[in-house]
């Protein structure tokens, strides 16, 4: 090998290490940045889910009881009771029917909310029967919204 072909070798491997590294270090500050985000996201779910929580359960309508609501994998999940519906006398499939279209509705549009669209990445209705058994659940993310 000459002289100037290992300098320029020895040159290409350093340039290289150098790349990578800061390859490296920019790929971490991202990912560090992104954490961040995510951390503040989840905490703010949490904090939602807690003042929710603390006037449940609750009565919304005569047929429906709030029953809690949860933080599951950056996204929020909802617990509902259907308190004269008992599952094994209904049909399940009819009930989901008539509650999906109002609730991916209420998801998609209503200002109440927006916040789930916007910070979280799904949103999750859990319906259980008058013994507290599930019956069906929806689940909703921001895709869900958009008409192409």
């Known amino acids: 090998m000459s002289l100037t072909f290992r300098k320029s ?3 290409g491997v350093v340039v290289l290490i150098v790349g990578l590294i800061a390859i490296w270090w920019w790929h971490s500050a991202i990912d560090s940045q992104g954490s961040r985000q995510r951390n503040a996201q989840y905490t703010e779910l949490l904090e939602l889910s807690g003042q929710l929580n603390r006037d449940l359960p609750r009565l919304l309508d005569s047929q429906t009881r709030f029953e809690r609501a949860e933080v599951v994998n950056y996204g929020m999940r909802f617990y509902y009771s259907l308190v004269s519906v008992d599952r094994f006398t209904h049909d399940e499939a ?16 209503d200002d109440n909310l927006a916040f789930y669209r916007e910070r979280a990445d799904f949103i999750e209705f859990q ?8 019956i069906f659940h929806f689940r909703f993310s921001p895709d869900d919204c958009r008409t192409d």
């Open 94 to 109: 009819a009930l989901a029917e008539q509650v999906e279209p109002q609730l991916r509705e209420a998801y998609c549009n």
């Open 9 to 11: 070798l020895i040159v």
């Open 127 to 134: 319906y259980l029967d008058q013994n507290e058994l599930k």
